[in-house]
């Protein structure tokens, strides 16, 4: 019986999408970085940030990975940063071989503290171009279109300081 009611806890954490409420990408301490290169808050102004927060030891999550890869090489020259951060302490060799075995090669971090109270794994924070969370749970196809919906909001810089608008993205099958 127990066992039972952990593992329904477990699935109402998994359905359920934490209200973003206040929270910006400031609010949120990233561990150090293990694979990638470092993601200073400053380099992230203007952009989609998404933190997915995963685990080795994580079946869905590391399923999740191949998708999560296709993501980081089809937006990520139009303004997507994705930061994967891993939540079970692993060692740094288990990290980098997951990431191996995946394609992986987006900046993966030990760690993040939050205030939003990741309680289960995977766990997807998206934030807009402003630096505020718009969207804090279970990385499902909704969550796809929140990304594409706010990539469409940023802007590339140009030549003396002028800004374009990138066109809008059109979500491929698959």
């Not at 994580?58 to 994705?82: E, F, I, N």
């Amino acid at each position: 019986m127990k066992f039972l009611a952990v593992s329904l806890l477990s699935l109402i954490g998994c359905l359920s999408i934490v209200q973003a409420g206040d929270h910006t990408l400031n609010d949120f301490k990233l561990g150090s970085f293990i694979v990638g290169n470092e993601a200073k808050l400053n380099d992230l102004k203007g952009k989609v940030v998404v933190i997915e927060f995963w685990g080795v030891q994580c079946p869905p999550c590391l399923a999740k990975m191949p998708h999560l890869v296709t993501l980081d090489q089809k937006y990520s020259d139009r303004g997507l940063r994705l930061i994967g951060a891993e939540m079970q302490r692993s060692s740094t060799s288990r990290i980098q071989s997951a990431l191996k075995r995946s394609g992986a090669t987006f900046p993966i971090v030990q760690g993040c503290k939050n205030p939003i109270g990741v309680n289960s794994l995977p766990h997807m924070a998206i934030f807009n171009v402003d630096g505020k969370l718009v969207y804090s749970g279970y990385p499902k196809p909704e969550a796809d279109n929140i990304i594409l919906k706010e990539l469409e909001r940023v802007t590339q810089p140009i030549a003396k300081g002028r800004e374009i608008r990138i066109r809008p993205i059109v979500p491929t099958a698959g």
